[in-house]
Every structure is written in C-alpha cells, then in structure tokens.
C-alpha cells in the first residue's frame, strides 16, 4: 500500500496532532457498491440505511436488514475466498464504523519507538486503501499499551463528523473528510475523567445536536467525589450542554456504551454504569428517569431495547443478592420509573455475559458468555431454548444478526456463521483465523460486507459477484408529538460547566424542555438569573461578567421561571503567574480532582494542602488547576513526605502533559508523559527523605518540533541550584496541557505548599 509524505502538520485552538492523508485507490472491480468517497452535508432523509455509523449499527442493536451476505470464507484470502481485502494497518481491538463510503476505526501508532501513540485512521470501504489518519499522543495515563484502541468511534451522517474517545480520555470531533481535528476536549484535565482500572475506555454516541460520552470522573468542589458521569457536548462546537452523575465512589470504570431508543413515547437514553446499576436518561436534558440495579460490579455490556420498551441487560459480576455470578435480565421501560418498584420482569442467573452485549431476534435473546457459551433464551420468559453452544475459549465482541444469520467470532479467532433453529442454532460454518489474529471489537456489515476486525488485521468479506440489498425494514417506536405536552418543565443552561478568564465575558444560552425531554419552541417571558460564589455576576441578557479580581473563583449561575429553574457551574481563572499559598484554610475549589483527595491543615502556624491516604482507590491519582491550552511556562512547588512511614510516597508535578516525579520506593526523579509504557522518560538517581521540605521545579517548552522538560529538586531552606537536575525531550511532543500536581500518597501522606505556575523567563 503506497504513502504519500506527511501533507499537513496542523494546530487548532487546543489540540496539536500529526495528520497524513493518503491517495485513494478507485481502479477496483468491486466498485458496483458505488460508495459516496466524499459526502457533503446530508439531510435525516438521506442517510443511506446500508451505513454503520456506530458500533452497533444504525438500530443501535447489532441487527441488519442487509441481504445476500456471505456464509462463508477462506481468511487465506485468494480466488473464491470471499476476502475482499485485509488491512494490516487496521488493525486492533476497535470495532470499525462505515459512513459516506469510508470506513474508520481506532488503532495504535508506531508502537514501540518513542512516538508511539493513538490514532483515528479512514479507509476507503470499498477497497481498503488508507485515506488519512489522525494520530494523537498519549498523554498523563496509566493506559497499557495493548489496551490503546479500545474505545469505537461514532459517525454523524448528517455532518460527515467522526467523534473519537482517545485511551487518555481525549474525546475529538475529526472531519470525515480531511481528518482534522475541529475541536477537542481533554476529559481527564477538564472534566477528572480516569484512564485507568486496565484502560477501560468508553465509546461517544450522537444523538441529534449532542455527541454524549461517559466515564468515572473526579470533578471540582461538589464533584470532586468520583462518579460515573454523563457528559453531553454540542457536536459542533463542543460546548458541554449537560452532565449527569449516578452514584458515587463506583467499584469499577466501565465501557458501556448506551443505546438511545423510544420508550412510551418519549427518547430514553439506556445504559449501565460503574455502580451496577442500568440507568434511563433523556437524552437531551440529562434528566434521570429511572434506574435498576444489575450487579455489584460495573457493567460493561450494552443493553438492547425492543419497540416495546423492553430492556435486556447483562454482566458477568455479582449479583445484588445471593452468590450467583452474572445474569442476564429482562426490564419493563414502559413500567420503570424513580418512584414505582421494581421493573425488572426476569432474571436468569449464572450466566456471566460480561462483555459480548445480548442480541435480540424475534421473540429469542441470545447471549455469549466470557468463557464463550452461546445462550439462547425465550425473550418473554427468560427460559433457556435448547443447549448452550461452546464456541471457543473466550469471548470478547458482540454477536451480529444480518440475512437470517448470525455471525460470531471469539476473542481467539474462531469465526461462525449460525442460523436460528427450533431448538436454538446450528452452524453453517465455522473457520479458526490464523495464528495471531485475536479479536476484541464486533463484526459489522455495510452496503454487502461483513467488516472484521482482528489483532492482526481488518478482513473486508463479501461476494463481490453479489449486488447488495436490503430486506423489509422495521419501522422504529415514535416519539410522541410535541403538541400533545406543550408546557414548560425543565429548563437547561449552556454551557452546563465552563473555564472563563478573568477580565471576560461569557453568553449563556437557555433552552427550555417540556416533562418529556422535548424542546420547545418558545421561552418562558419570566426567566432571572443569580449568581453564588464570587467570580462574576449576570445581566438581564444572560451574559456573565467575571468579577475582575486576580484569584481563581467559582460561580454558580441559577435561570428560574416561576419555580423551575437549573444551574451552570463556572470557574474563573486569571492569566498567568499563579500562586497558591493555602492561607484561605481551604483547598482551591477550581481544582479538578482536588478537594475529595486532599485537606487544607495548618501544621506549626503554617497552612498547607495536604493529599491523604484514606481514600479507596484514590491515593494515586493527578489534579489539574486551570486550562487545557497553556503552553510555555514552569511549575514550583514545595513538597514533603509524612515522618514516619516506612516507604516514601511518589510526588510530582503536571506541566504540558508531562509529569516530573520524584519517586519515593525507587529513591529517583523521572520525567514522563505515558507511565504505563514510558515511550519517553528520563531518570536520575536521587536520594531524599521523609519530614523533609524539598522545591519541585518544572519546565516545559516546544523548540524545533521538540518538547523539552526540565527538572530540579533541592532542599526548601537551601539556595536553588542553578543547573537543571535533569533534562528530557520528546520528539514527538505534547504541545499545550494544564498545570497539576501527581501524587501517590499509598504510602504516607503527603504536604503540599507554596505552589506557583509562571511564564517561562525568556
């Protein structure tokens, strides 16, 4: 496969990465598909139906209504084989999406070398060639290297967007077209969303204006407290319009991606979180309408809803009662609700279906268990139909239903095609793929093709002799008519949560709802506003003024209509220097995943910040103190480790996405981007102690395409020393990043003061 040279090195506003595109191959026999290489802006009402937009296909069920698909193949590839092509550049754990004629997926980049990294690369569907690729670092996680790629992107087929979800919670909306970034959010400096717990990453779903996006987060003042939240983006401008929390301190991080579908007449946003427990959001405002417990653990499958509103959920932990692992249950949607019993109307237990999602096909469920036994149950009743079916070892991906079939492959690379029968389902044909190609996504069809992807490469099957088509479409459940409940129940302010700069301004947008979600057409006539906290106030136009003053504040800003009302939450940062000294006896309220982990204490007359080691699953953990775009300036600190523990903590400092440690057990200092795979890092022998003060210093610029890092550590009551202590670079950079603070306080805690983030002198 040819490339061209890298064509364009591009910056936005917040986000730097390296951009190739690729010439497209169109000399192909198999072009009879007749694909769109380049759509523009598109209507709802051509959106092409043979498209996969998402990871679960455009019925956010797994289910096609293709026809004439194959029902077999040689993964040996040649004459007859039914192999299209196979990308080796495609290769990974992601489940690929096909919009306008073009296939996308995520993948890992130059792994091994020192710009190893992620990126979000397009395909000609048709015939495999490489068009462009979006690479990103990996940055300030704890992500391993085999889990880079785990997420799956979504399409919008009305903008020809892509939105990705990077290993290191960097959500990105990338023109389909050319690949370039149009706008960027880093959710873990921003928002205190975790990369870590084996690099679980969740995947964004599109709905309407919205791109929405999940994942325990550790946020600011009332939300520093780790939750599994909700996040819902303006997909065109990336303005965060609502966020929505479940309950706190979840026992995992999770990759459930929701599915949105019609239940009772309203849209219903369905999904499992980290607290085990299945969650029915409205999609548009964030409200929560019902919940139901599934399992003591976090739930990493999909749900699956039917047009009646019934909701199939699985997962392979423990059950919230009895010693039982794994279920799979059945919900009534139509009944649920916040205030009424339960909804759940089966359960069928110790079938741990953990990570492959359950697939609904007429009046059967069917469901794959992680050690790869492949249930099929009665939808109505949850009883089992004929024996289980061993496919393998494990299973990782979900099951496909297109052309009266059913398409498997386990996560060690035995491929099926079944049939529904009477007593469950019979094998048509079954293939073990080569040595190597292991498989962690889904099987997907579009326009005749079955898109597989593996470890080892992206097989494209299909009969090329074949024309593909489509069967009778099921019509969708409706939503209801917006006339039927016209009057006003919610109202919403944008941007939900905001950085402004002191000395600016900032125009709030309202948007009003009726009980259903809906958005109406009109604005009450009586909305106010007010603001708490001291960082600015509103005009009667709906515009926030900053207070002017050079500090870090908070605001909360209230609309209300008669007793209705909703708040937005802002933090006002001024420009660069800062300092913090802790003598409010409080820890900064605009830090991210600050408050919950850390303790403002005066020790001797002298206040400080201290980080603790009583919190579960949080003694590790990074905190950020401003925006995501600042680039060019150094971080002090004065640091001590707790007297009297028998290992030292580790204790560091943010500075561009680059982390200086200065490690306790390994008596060293390390600079580092990536810490699970150290692509770049550096490290000098240091030997210091506990009940000690010590200034952290460090610096970070770009100069001729390449970050360099300084650090230096010396004793508080000594001079500073004016060489550097060491000196890293990085030829594959980080370019802008929030100032923070990293510490893992396992060990003992650790003292924190005097902390400032200046300019670098020139």
């Not at 909306?173 to 959010?185: N, Q, V």
Request: aromatic share 8%; charged share 20%.
């Amino acid at each position: 496969m040819a490339h061209w040279h890298l064509l364009d090195t591009f910056a936005s506003r917040r986000n730097l990465v390296r951009l190739r595109s690729f010439p497209t191959c169109l000399a192909l026999s198999i072009t009879l598909l007749a694909m769109t290489l380049a759509a523009p802006l598109a209507s709802a009402a051509d959106i092409d139906p043979m498209d996969w937009p998402n990871w679960r296909g455009p019925q956010q069920n797994s289910c096609s209504y293709e026809t004439g698909l194959i029902e077999k193949f040689n993964p040996k590839g040649g004459k007859g084989s039914n192999v299209l092509w196979k990308s080796e550049i495609a290769a990974g754990i992601s489940t690929p999406i096909v919009m306008h004629g073009r296939l996308y997926t995520i993948v890992r980049d130059s792994p091994g070398t020192r710009k190893d990294a992620e990126k979000v690369i397009c395909l000609d569907a048709v015939s495999g060639e490489l068009i462009w690729e979006n690479i990103y670092n990996v940055f300030l996680s704890d992500v391993p290297a085999e889990r880079v790629g785990w997420s799956n992107v979504c399409g919008d087929p009305e903008t020809n967007q892509v939105y990705a979800l990077g290993a290191c919670c960097l959500l990105q909306c990338i023109d389909g077209e050319s690949g370039k970034t149009l706008w960027e959010r880093s959710l873990s400096e921003e928002y205190g969303m975790l990369s870590t717990y084996g690099g679980r990453t969740n995947s964004p779903v599109l709905f309407e204006n919205l791109v929405i996006i999940s994942g325990v987060t550790t946020g600011w003042d009332e939300t520093a407290r780790p939750a599994h939240r909700f996040l819902a983006f303006d997909k065109n401008k990336g303005d965060l319009v609502w966020i929505t929390s479940t309950r706190p301190l979840p026992e995992d991080t999770t990759y459930s991606t929701p599915t949105i579908a019609v239940i009772n007449g309203q849209q219903v946003l369905v999904t499992g979180s980290g607290d085990g427990t299945i969650h029915a959001i409205q999609p548009r405002t964030g409200k929560v309408l019902w919940q139901e417990p599934l399992s003591r653990r976090g739930i990493n499958t999909s749900v699956t809803v039917d047009n009646e509103g019934k909701v199939y959920a699985s997962h392979g932990e423990e059950n919230p009662e009895g010693t039982a692992m794994g279920a799979v249950v059945r919900i009534d949607g139509e009944f649920a609700s916040l205030d009424s019993a339960s909804a759940e109307q089966w359960r069928t237990e110790e079938l741990t279906v953990g990570k492959s999602s359950p697939l609904k096909v007429n009046d059967r469920i069917y469901v794959v268990e992680d050690s790869s036994r492949l249930h099929v149950l009665d939808s109505e009743t949850g009883e089992a139909i004929g024996k289980p079916l061993k496919l393998g070892t494990a299973m990782r991906g979900s099951l496909l239903y297109a052309d009266g079939k059913i398409y498997a492959c386990t996560a060690t690379g035995y491929f099926y095609v079944l049939k529904p029968s009477e007593d469950g389902v019979e094998t048509l044909f079954k293939v073990r793929l080569p040595s190597g190609h292991d498989v962690g996504g889904s099987p997907i069809v579009s326009h005749g093709r079955i898109y597989l992807p593996t470890t080892a490469g992206l097989f494209c099957l299909g009969d090329e002799e074949v024309q593909p088509s489509m069967g009778p479409v099921e019509p969708a459940a409706a939503e209801r008519p917006l006339g039927e409940n016209p009057q006003l129940a919610q109202l919403q302010l944008i941007p939900a949560e905001a950085i402004v700069e002191q000395g600016s301004t900032l125009p709030l947008q309202v948007v009003a709802f009726n009980s259903l979600g809906q958005r109406l057409d009109s604005l009450p006539t009586d909305l106010t506003f007010e603001v708490t906290g001291d960082g600015g106030t509103v005009d009667s136009d709906g515009v926030f003024h900053t207070s002017g003053q050079n500090a870090h504040q908070a605001a909360v800003v209230t609309v209300r209509s008669g007793s209705i009302s909703h708040q937005a939450r802002l933090r006002v940062i001024p420009e660069l220097p800062w300092a913090f000294d802790f003598s409010s006896g409080e820890v900064p309220v605009t830090w991210i995943g600050a408050r919950y982990r850390h303790e403002a204490r005066t020790i001797d007359g002298n206040p400080m910040m201290v980080k603790i080691t009583t919190i579960p699953k949080g003694t590790r953990s990074q905190t950020w103190m401003g925006p995501t775009d600042l680039s060019d300036y150094t971080v002090t600190a004065d640091v001590k480790a707790a007297a009297g523990a028998s290992k030292l903590p580790d204790i560091g400092l943010i500075n561009g996405r680059y982390t200086l440690d200065l490690m306790g057990e390994s008596q060293q200092l390390q600079i580092r981007t990536w810490t699970a795979q150290l692509r770049m890092a550096k490290s000098v022998p240091l030997q210091w102690q506990a009940d000690t003060w010590y200034t952290l210093k460090v610096q970070a610029k770009v100069e001729n395409g390449e970050a360099i890092i300084h650090g230096k550590v010396w004793p508080r009551d000594q001079a500073e020393p004016s060489e550097w202590t060491l000196t890293a670079t990085d030829e594959a950079p980080n370019h802008h990043g929030s100032p923070g603070l990293f510490g893992n306080a396992t060990n003992a805690e650790i003292f924190i003061d005097n902390v400032t983030v200046a300019r670098n002198d020139n």
